[in-house]
Each structure stands twice: as structure tokens, then as C-alpha cells.
T-cell receptor
Framework: ETGVTQSPTHLIKTRGQQVTLRCSSQ?????VSWYQQALGQGPQFIFQ???????GRGNFPPRFSGLQFPNYSSELNVNALELDDSALYLC????????????FGPGTRLTVL | QKEVEQDPGPLSVPEGAIVSLNCTYS??????FMWYRQYSRKGPELLMY????GNKEDGRFTAQVDKSSKYISLFIRDSQPSDSATYLC????????????FGAGTTVTVRA
């Protein structure tokens, strides 16, 4: 069984730039959620994708957007980067029938300078 | 007030001790309760998953949920240095918002 994978591992961007983060879900999982984890904090829900559509969203501005592809992989796009966007971005996959049981990838650490 | 409160610690215990972790919450709609373990610079790993009130045991780990008090606990018996990590509680409702609401995490160090 293949776990959740994310790329890249680390990323450094400057304020105002755009970034795309990628996630491959665990084998057999059809739902992908994205979370932002600031240093010393718990993960904060950004949004979830199911059947290639956004299925729920947390308190994040529209410059955070995403995609899900037919193979259930997903992208997180962030436009107009701000310094506060520096965080660990986590992808989690689950089955739609048990969406609470989410399995996380290793994360992408984004630094915005 | 945060929806989920968790004491960040840090917590330091000798090897073999029982580690006791807990979270409180304010949203009475939470029905699913999870505990994740997160090693430094890694993603969270699902440890325990429970529905509604009661106890659940898995090896050295025991999860307890008291919905009347809005209080959940995780106990780790016979703790090992490899248990040193940050432990995150997470919760969700039965509604269609699908999100997990996390505590801030408690950092645990088990001393050899």
C-alpha cells in the first residue's frame, strides 16, 4: 500500500510570488484535504476535494485554491504570497465513506521571504 | 476561545512511565475523536480513532472520550524514547464540513 506523498519537500519563495504544491493520495483513497500548520500550532483546515470538486473550505482567502485530478492526486495553489503563509502544508487522503479517518503526507515546508 | 484546547507542555517523563495527554473542546457537535503523533519535521500519523464516548485500547495506547465533560484523553503505557514526539488531538462532526479541528499539540520527551 502506497502512502500519501507530497512534493516538493521544501520551497522558498518571495512575497507576492505564486506557488503550487502537489499531493498523491494513498492508494484507493478518493478524497484529499489540505491543511496549513504554522510552527508550534496544530494543522488548520484549508479545503477538501472529492470527485474533482471542492467539498468544504476553512477560513482561508480565495488566493488559496486547489485542484483534484481523475487519479485523485491534488494541487494546492497559493497566489500573492504573504510572509504569514510560511508554514508546513499537509495533504491528507481518506475514503469518502470514512472521511474522518485521514492519513497525512510528510508535508511541504514553505518559507516566504 | 479556541474550539479545541490542548496543553502544549512540554512533558518530560522517564522511560517506562505512563504518559497522560488530554484535550478539551467547546463544540458539542463533535462526534469523532482522533489522536495523531507527529515527529519533528514529519506529517501527523494517525494513532487512535474513536466515535462518540467510551474507551478504546490499542497495544500500549488507550483513548478515552467523555462527551459530557467535553474532554478526551490519551494514555501511553510503558513509554519508550521512541514515543518522544508531538501528540495532536483532532475532532470532527457528523455534518458535511469534513474538516478535522486540531489542538495545538503536546510535545512529549521520554528520557532513557
Amino acid at each position: 500500500e502506497t502512502g500519501v506523498t507530497q512534493s516538493p519537500t521544501h520551497l522558498i519563495k518571495t512575497r507576492g510570488q505564486q506557488v503550487t504544491l502537489r499531493c498523491s493520495s494513498q492508494s484507493g483513497h478518493n478524497t484529499v484535504s489540505w491543511y496549513q500548520q504554522a510552527l508550534g500550532q496544530g494543522p488548520q483546515f484549508i479545503f477538501q476535494y472529492y470527485r474533482e470538486e471542492e467539498n468544504g473550505r476553512g477560513n482561508f482567502p480565495p488566493r488559496f485554491s486547489g485542484l483534484q485530478f481523475p487519479n485523485y492526486s491534488s494541487e494546492l495553489n497559493v497566489n500573492a504570497l504573504e510572509l504569514d503563509d510560511s508554514a508546513l502544508y499537509l495533504c491528507a487522503s481518506s475514503l469518502a465513506s470514512s472521511y474522518n479517518e485521514q492519513f497525512f503526507g510528510p508535508g511541504t515546508r514553505l518559507t516566504v521571504l | 476561545q479556541k474550539e479545541v484546547e490542548q496543553d502544549p507542555g512540554p512533558l518530560s517523563v522517564p522511560e517506562g512511565a505512563i504518559v497522560s495527554l488530554n484535550c478539551t473542546y467547546s463544540n458539542s457537535a463533535f462526534q469523532y475523536f482522533m489522536w495523531y503523533r507527529q515527529y519533528s519535521r514529519k506529517g501527523p500519523e494517525l494513532l487512535m480513532y474513536t466515535y462518540s464516548s467510551g474507551n478504546k485500547e490499542d497495544g500500549r495506547f488507550t483513548a478515552q472520550v467523555d462527551k459530557s465533560s467535553k474532554y478526551i484523553s490519551l494514555f501511553i503505557r510503558d513509554s519508550q524514547p521512541s514515543d518522544s514526539a508531538t501528540y495532536l488531538c483532532a475532532m470532527s462532526t457528523l455534518s458535511n464540513d469534513y474538516k478535522l479541528s486540531f489542538g495545538a499539540g503536546t510535545t512529549v520527551t521520554v528520557r532513557a
